[in-house]
């Protein structure tokens, strides 16, 4: 009896140990793969509660984009994200906790997804769907990639993070671990760097916003000391067009300490850090050149 007994709670524990790694436990490694000379590195953790929803409206519908033809052959209830998960097993919805997306100096993206992914067959699968709507891709590589017609290629790191970049050199540059990284703030929904080499304002600044019921946002600016209070608000508020991510907030406090660089903050209520993420999705589909779809509600 104590040997059944002994046996079950050693699968018991094995089954909870498994649920946790797979669905809960996760540790943050997108960072690993954005390029050591940045122009701009941006970080989501979907993990957030508060973050998952803004993501789920206006980034996830970013897998419909440009698409031409059904993946069935013309059963238009059949999602990307369906085709997705039934040609890889992924379920971005579920599996996905974190975005990272990332610029280089020469102006080149990447994407990257981090999450709870299996770690064969997603190339393959991947091309699978895209040539079933008429998408032409070449596979091959190593570690194997698809690399679509226009020069993006895809592929997955050996750590699990699914990476798209515009060029195969950028993707080949980044799959591996790069030496140094840019630094983003834990603990926040959203973190964002800018290249130290920049010579504008926004060279090396650095914005933080963290989750909670309201989203208290930080924003550092080391290349600003002579930025007048009311050009440093129009500057975080997106009123300059320089950065629009945070177009329409309001009520920044700006602080200024001797030797220090220029501080301001401010406090984004839940639907202003709806429209900060409307407003990345928007920014991702122009930097990417492709059209988004304009809502969320027909996907699963």
Known sequence: MFAVLGVSLTLAFALALYVYQRYVSYVPRVTRHMPSEYALALRLDIEQAVVYEPFRRHLLPLIEASRT?????????????????DQTTIELGVDLRELGIAVDRAGHWVVLLGGHFRRDEIVSGVARMLQREGIPVRLGGSPQRLVHQSGAAFAAADDGVLVLAQTEELLDRVLATQPERPELRAGTALAVAFGADDVSAWGGARLAVFPGQEFRAELVLPQAPELGEEALVALASGKTGDFKLLSGSERWQVRRDDGAPVRAATVLSRVEFDRLVANLASGLARLMGVEAPATAADLP
Do not use: E, H, I, Y
Request: aromatic share 0%; net charge positive; charged share 30%.
């Open 69 to 85: 033809q059904d993946p069935t052959g013309g059963r238009k209830s059949v999602s990307r994200l369906q085709a997705l998960r």
